[in-house]
């Protein structure tokens, strides 16, 4: 019994271990530029698809975080542009970022952040 | 217009599947291989009308009386993870009866378990992503995603 039960805990660990690992930031965007896409400074940008309901859901608390931070908000399609998907590795949806001067990536989240820690990283990226 | 569904009934469906087989597992009840294998293969290759988690999250629904969801989604999706759950659990039954391989039956029961509450707990339904990447692949990207009709555009019963 405790080594069925054990090897059920290893299962589900390693289930949800997968998936942290998929939902790990893609590091092809840490520090990439994403002025070729239109996001010239500091802004909070979200990646997202049509069909993704988190990401819905996160648009409301971006646009709020981004008015309180005083940068841009935007919103990129991956089903218009999946070579942005490819290019980025973005492998999940909401994937969020905070630009700084130049478009370039400062922060990367694949959930929604707090209101609080996307407005800081959004201050932290304006120049001074 | 393609069929729909209320999200909420595979996440219901999964997180039953995933604890059954689970506690099967646990206490060394091999029958709720067979029997989820059933359950699924209703789920999968009936439709709505045979499946049972359909109709346990209607009797939930006039019992508690919760509300419409915020949006339904694609019911192929989902249905084709039945369809996998389904010849998982039947790969499950027949190594565990026919050819006493119980460990394989388990390792496949564990598998279907352990994606199911994955799916569950988080929303990543990895069968309905293979549905969706395979139909990504053979429409060469013009339906890249699945459909979502948010409650506002909902005329289409799930």
């Given at each position: 019994m405790l080594v069925r039960v054990a090897v059920a805990v290893a299962a589900l660990g390693v289930a949800f271990a997968a998936y942290r690992l998929w939902k790990r930031p893609p590091g092809r965007l840490s520090g990439a530029s994403l002025l070729d896409l239109g996001v010239a400074g500091p802004a909070i940008v979200q990646f997202?698809?049509?069909?993704?309901?988190?990401?819905?859901?996160?648009?409301?608390?971006?646009?709020?975080?981004?008015?309180?931070?005083?940068?841009?908000?935007?919103?990129?399609?991956?089903?218009?542009?999946?070579?942005?998907?490819?290019?980025?590795?973005?492998?999940?949806?909401?994937?969020?970022?905070?630009?700084?001067?130049?478009?370039?990536?400062?922060?990367?989240?694949?959930?929604?952040?707090?209101?609080?820690?996307?407005?800081?990283?959004?201050?932290?990226?304006?120049?001074? | 217009m393609r069929n729909l569904v209320d999200p909420r009934q595979p996440r219901t469906g999964q997180a039953i599947t995933g604890t059954v087989l689970l506690i099967g597992f646990v206490l060394g009840w091999p029958q709720v291989?067979?029997?989820?294998?059933?359950?699924?293969?209703?789920?999968?290759?009936?439709?709505?009308?045979?499946?049972?988690?359909?109709?346990?999250?209607?009797?939930?629904?006039?019992?508690?009386?919760?509300?419409?969801?915020?949006?339904?989604?694609?019911?192929?999706?989902?249905?084709?993870?039945?369809?996998?759950?389904?010849?998982?659990?039947?790969?499950?039954?027949?190594?565990?009866?026919?050819?006493?391989?119980?460990?394989?039956?388990?390792?496949l029961g564990l598998l279907v378990s352990a994606l199911a509450l994955l799916a569950a707990t988080t929303g990543l339904c990895v069968g309905c992503e293979l549905y969706v990447v395979a139909r990504r692949i053979g429409t060469r990207g013009r339906t890249p995603t699945k459909l979502v009709v948010p409650r506002e555009r909902m005329g289409a019963g799930a």
């Open positions: 997202s698809t049509r069909s993704c309901a988190p990401c819905r859901a996160a648009r409301p608390v971006l646009i709020e975080a981004a008015a309180a931070a005083e940068v841009d908000y935007a919103q990129i399609e991956l089903d218009d542009r999946p070579e942005v998907a490819g290019r980025f590795g973005i492998r999940s949806v909401p994937t969020i970022v905070v630009t700084g001067p130049g478009g370039t990536v400062r922060g990367v989240w694949t959930s929604t952040p707090t209101n609080g820690e996307i407005t800081e990283a959004a201050r932290r990226a304006k120049p001074t | 291989l067979p029997v989820l294998a059933v359950v699924l293969a209703g789920a999968s290759l009936g439709g709505p009308a045979t499946n049972p988690y359909a109709y346990l999250l209607r009797a939930a629904r006039r019992v508690m009386g919760f509300g419409p969801p915020r949006e339904l989604e694609e019911a192929a999706p989902p249905r084709f993870a039945n369809t996998l759950g389904f010849i998982f659990l039947t790969g499950a039954t027949a190594a565990y009866w026919g050819f006493d391989a119980h460990a394989a039956a388990w390792s």
